[in-house]
């Protein structure tokens, strides 16, 4: 059982580096633990158990750690949602 919480984690770390958004890194620790918690221990049921745990409370760090990571708190383009007067235009600019 632990190889298979070793591949879960696998699969979950290259999954993550296609996405970014941190939630699959949570699940690939919990498999990642629950693969270290399986050498020792070898109750499969309760392995899901804890594997099922570790992913709802890591999930939940991941979604109250996220909004921390932001560097730019306002947007970088300045017009959105806002209107736009266009003064000239240029004839070259006519194409």
């Not at 984690?9 to 993550?16: K, N, P, Q, R, V």
């Not at 620790?29 to 629950?34: K, Q, V």
């Not at 736009?84 to 070259?92: F, G």
Request: glycine share 4%; charged share 15%; proline share 4%.
């Amino acid at each position: 059982m632990q190889w298979a919480f070793f591949i879960l984690a696998l699969f979950a770390i290259l999954a993550e580096l296609n996405t970014g958004t941190f939630y699959l890194a949570g699940v690939a620790l919990a498999a990642l633990l629950t693969a270290f918690i399986a050498i020792w221990w070898s109750h499969d049921l309760w392995l899901v158990v804890i594997f099922a745990m570790l992913c709802g409370l890591l999930t939940l760090v991941v979604r109250l750690y996220r909004p921390t990571l932001r560097s730019v708190k306002d947007p970088t383009d300045f017009d959105i949602g806002q209107p736009v007067t266009v003064l000239t235009v240029h004839p070259e600019d006519n194409r």
